[in-house]
């Protein structure tokens, strides 16, 4: 019933799900970028599945290795960010934050 690629289709697009629904729910700086983590670890499960079922398994491990450095790299600069944001400012509500103009 449940063979292999079900399971793994059902986990990417869990982790979309929740990805998705965290990065519209919350308004936290940090959780914003946690979402974003979540995000991308889908995406990274989505390449590694294709390149399963098409036969090219070194390619989507290559790209899935490229991804996640870059997503490592994103990651430590956003929450760097919101550090000095939360040091100048006070706060990491985005709401907050749009408000001030100038």
Do not use: P
């Not at 019933?1 to 982790?15: A, K, R, S, T, W």
């Amino acid at each position: 019933m449940f063979n292999e690629m079900n399971v793994l289709m059902l986990g990417i697009l869990g982790l979309f799900a929740v990805g998705l629904y965290a990065l519209l729910a919350v308004r936290n700086l940090i959780k914003i970028v946690v979402a974003l983590q979540i995000l991308v670890k889908g995406a990274i499960m989505a390449f590694i599945l294709a390149g399963k079922i098409n036969g090219h398994m070194q390619t989507a491990q290559s790209v899935a290795l490229t991804v996640i450095v870059a997503d490592t790299m994103v990651a430590v600069i956003g929450l760097a960010l919101a550090v000095q944001v939360k040091r100048r400012l006070g706060t990491l509500d985005v709401n907050e934050l749009t408000s001030l103009r100038g």
